[in-house]
């Protein structure tokens, strides 16, 4: 599992990204100059003014400066401190500020190249000849500034919900050790008291679960195998029960070439433990089904029990039912179906899992 923080973006990608539009600018300023420099080497002539090439380079990289100075003070300064703060009242304050500089100095500019006769230089209609390019440029790199950070915080936001989402799955895995070793070891209590020389191959059975709960349990994913293994290995602890064994049963139906699915360990263990503790085994005519289907679609999980609505003990669904339903909202958002139902003093549990990964060769290996 990756240690790195949730929040922590891909510096090569970053990197990248950051050539990208680095080379883009250069592109879109070099053409800038380049088609300001052959538009003065044209309209210098015109208007019977002399065309120095070297001092036509000068002034359209001083515009092109100008230009930048506004353009990315507005980018790197104003949206982030102002604009994305939602301090919009300063933001357009100082951009109009700006504005208004940079068309001041690239009327001094002008002044610089062009001769004190020429007509109309210091007119305010003069003032407003920078409009066009400076605002085609401030709304460009506005746009691109603006896009960027909406799709920075959408990423954040993904990420901070991943974050609590695996925080909040870590916390319910938590809980289910106290859960598990309450209902087993009421169980092991059971028989004890029923049959005491019942109790060593009990704890023996236990002792492997646990091994499988310390191991395993604290997987993201095992083995579907190893899964159904040990609700075959917990239903055996619970048969050694007469009165249970005769009236539960655990049926596993594995398709021939069925793949071996990854899935949530303890997923499945909730159901099967609420079904033995509501089921009323011990009343006359109460029985127990729990029945798999693995095939190459995925799983179909069905637990069927007596119980009696009446019973405090039957009213009551526990942390465990609450428990898996966040677990699969969160594991499983779209691929599985839960269902449960009771009619006529029968409770059923059908669970379906669709579109579950295939055992990785790490996986295999038990790592």
């Given at each position: ?14 990197n ?9 600018h250069?592109?879109?300023w ?8 052959q538009?003065?080497r044209?309209?210098?002539p ?5 065309a ?17 100075a506004?353009?990315?003070?507005n ?24 504005v208004v ?21 210091f007119?305010?209609?003069?003032y407003?000849t920078?409009l ?5 440029f ?17 990423v ?18 938590a809980q ?15 028989l ?7 109790a ?11 091994r ?7 997987r ?24 249970w064994?005769e ?10 070439g ?14 099967v433990e ?30 069927e ?21 966040q ?6 958002p779209?691929?599985h ?15 379906a899992l ?14």
């Amino acid at each position: 599992m990756d240690k790195a923080s949730p929040l922590r973006s891909s510096p090569p990608k970053r990197n990248q990204l950051a050539w990208y539009r680095a080379l883009v600018h250069l592109a879109v300023w070099t053409t800038f100059v380049y088609l300001n420099v052959q538009y003065l080497r044209n309209w210098l002539p015109a208007n019977k003014l002399p065309a120095h090439l070297g001092a036509i380079w000068a002034f359209a990289l001083a515009h092109a400066l100008l230009l930048m100075a506004a353009t990315y003070g507005n980018s790197l300064y104003l949206l982030p401190r102002l604009y994305f703060n939602r301090r919009y009242g300063a933001y357009f304050l100082l951009l109009l500020a700006a504005v208004v500089l940079t068309c001041c100095l690239k009327v001094q500019l002008d002044g610089l190249f062009l001769p004190a006769s020429f007509p109309l230089l210091f007119s305010f209609g003069h003032y407003l000849t920078p409009l066009p390019f400076l605002l085609t440029f401030l709304i460009l790199a506005s746009w691109e500034r603006i896009m960027e950070e909406f799709a920075r915080r959408q990423v954040r936001t993904e990420q901070l919900e991943k974050a609590k989402a695996e925080a909040e799955l870590r916390w319910l895995r938590a809980q289910i050790n106290p859960h598990f070793l309450f209902n087993t070891l009421h169980n092991i209590y059971s028989l004890i008291h029923f049959n005491s020389a019942k109790a060593g191959p009990s704890l023996l059975g236990l002792a492997e679960m646990m091994r499988y709960l310390l191991h395993d349990g604290t997987r993201q994913q095992v083995p579907i195998s190893k899964e159904l293994l040990y609700l075959e290995q917990y239903v055996a602890l619970q048969h050694l029960n007469k009165k249970w064994r005769e009236k539960s049963s655990l049926e596993i139906q594995a398709a021939v070439g069925a793949p071996n699915f990854l899935v949530e360990p303890m997923l499945l263990i909730n159901f099967v433990e609420n079904a033995f503790k509501h089921g009323n085994l011990t009343e006359d005519g109460a029985w127990l089904k729990v029945r798999l289907v693995h095939n190459e679609q995925g799983l179909q999980f069905e637990a069927e029990n007596t119980f009696r609505p009446s019973s405090k003990k039957d009213a009551t669904p526990g942390i465990g039912l609450a428990n898996i339903r966040q677990r699969l909202a969160l594991l499983y958002p779209t691929s599985h179906t839960l269902s449960i139902s009771t009619d006529a003093g029968v409770y059923k549990v059908v669970l379906a899992l669709r579109h579950l990964p295939a055992v990785t060769e790490a996986a295999r290996r038990g790592k």
